[in-house]
């Protein structure tokens, strides 16, 4: 219906023909109305109550360029009025929520294709040289110049498809990655493959090749030695060098059980180079591990520690000394502090507790914490930063807060992350103050 039908109705109810050919005149009225322009939807701007109109406009329309009636919608394609119905009505295809949404939608296409359109550039101004100077001078805080460098960098980075190149052939199913961790340097990642039936094969991944023209990967994979278990979880260990070793959990089945393993980055090699030399493993025990951390702390060091069912192991592989702490659930995320001999664990049931490793205890059950506080679902991390007061919580109902171990208090609770009760991983980036999570 038009604008006009309105005026139309309107006017027909204080209009009154009088004799015979009073219909005959009634029919050259209104189409004198339907012709004259005056009866025409208007711009906002001729129109004497524009204003208030603008003002109450929803916003159903991208520009205001016709005045909005309630219980009607414009449609500038067909330019003209369609009623709208209340949006109940299942069979009524045109509600508020559906135009809105389809809005919202074209919106959203069209952001994205100015995002792929649009080329990447830094700030205007943006020196590598410059911020260098600055900072050196004392003009730029050390924050500002981390974050500005990131942006350098960014701006600077292409996309391209890397191919991994493998010692051997493997099938098509076996580029499923459900477990990638990257060393300290980020030159290497232990990476792990589900290939089927409960199967993985895991290896290193070198990160050399990504500065070659064409980049490429060079993919380390296990050779028959390593069992094939499923890796519950793995940690970068530093035995005798930075990152010299990788400490694996691997998951238990009916015919073969658990094991914590401790591998020597250097013996996932080929066995041409090799030369048929079985590989070195330095520790290997049965157990059933959820989680596991290295410690890397000089007062405890070649020592490790694993989140066990209702128990907490830690482990000296140049002594074999083991202690045993007893806990009442599943420990699923640990981390040791590098300033003290505290190790800081998260249990299924949603407590997490330190313990001092300073303190002699009688046995496994006759212990006490340290600290303790509690989140609403099993934790997922624990991420400490460089002052080691404050300790990141995610848990498996997506939140993550931020703990002062010294009130025992959530001084920030990050908001908007989401997670399916999933083991995913936080990580914090100090220097640019950023946290990062995965969904």
């Known amino acids: 219906m038009y604008i006009y039908g309105i005026y139309t109705a309107r006017m027909r109810r204080n209009y009154k023909p009088e004799g015979k050919g009073h219909k005959r005149h009634w029919r050259r009225r209104q189409s004198h109305w339907q012709s004259d322009d005056r009866y025409r939807p208007r711009a906002s701007s001729d129109l004497p109550n524009s204003n208030i109109s603008a003002a109450s406009s929803s916003g159903s329309t991208p520009s205001s360029s016709v005045p909005e009636l309630p219980g009607f919608y414009y449609d500038p394609e067909k330019n003209r009025y369609f009623r709208l119905l209340p949006g109940h009505n299942n069979c009524n295809p045109l509600t508020k929520e559906g135009i809105m949404k389809k809005e919202m939608e074209v919106k959203r296409l069209q952001h994205l294709e100015e995002d792929e359109n ?10 590598a040289s410059l911020l260098h100077r600055k900072q050196q001078l004392g003009l730029l805080p050390s924050t500002t ?8 960098k960014v701006s600077c980075m292409q996309r391209k498809e890397v191919s991994i190149v493998n010692p051997e052939p493997v099938g098509a199913g076996t580029h499923r990655y459900e477990f990638i961790l990257a060393d ?12 089927e039936n409960g199967v993985c094969k895991y290896g290193l991944l070198n990160l050399n090749g990504l500065w070659k023209d064409v980049p490429t990967v060079e993919s380390h994979d296990d050779n028959p ?20 070793h990788i400490l694996v959990c691997l998951l238990g089945k009916p015919e073969a059980p658990g094991y914590v393993s401790l591998f020597p980055a250097c013996r996932f090699r080929t066995l041409s180079e090799l030369d048929d030399v079985r590989p070195e493993v330095v520790y290997n025990i ?5 989680s596991c951390a290295w410690c890397l702390n000089p007062q405890l060091d070649c020592s490790y520690a694993a989140g066990l069912r209702n128990q907490v192991l830690i482990l000296n592989t140049a002594t074999d000394v083991q ?3 007893r806990t009442n659930s599943d420990v699923l995320a640990q981390q040791f502090a590098t300033q003290t001999l505290l190790l ?18 009688q046995s496994p059950t006759n212990w006490k914490k340290a600290v303790s506080f509690s989140q609403s679902s099993s934790i997922s991390c624990l991420r400490l930063l460089n002052d080691e007061n404050y300790l990141v919580v995610s848990d498996m109902s997506g939140k993550i807060k931020l703990w002062d171990l010294r009130m ?32």
């Not at 069992?227 to 930075?242: G, R």
Request: charged fraction near 25%.
């Open 118 to 127: 649009r080329k990447k550039s830094s700030r205007r101004g943006l020196n």
């Open 145 to 152: 110049y981390c974050r500005r460098i990131h942006e350098l």
């Open 184 to 195: 300290s340097s980020c030159e290497r990642l232990f990476a792990v493959n589900d290939v």
């Open 225 to 244: 030695y390593f069992t094939n278990q499923k890796v519950v979880t793995a940690c970068w260990a530093s035995l005798n060098a930075p990152d010299s």
């Open 286 to 290: 049965r157990i059933s591990a959820w």
């Open 323 to 325: 202690h045993t702490f």
């Open 344 to 361: 800081y664990n998260g249990c299924r049931s949603g407590e997490v507790f330190s313990i001092d490793l300073r303190v002699p205890y």
């Open 408 to 439: 025992v208090k959530c001084v920030q609770d990050y908001e908007g992350h989401v997670n399916s009760y999933a083991h995913l991983p936080v990580h914090v980036r100090e220097d640019e103050g950023l946290l990062l999570a995965g969904m």
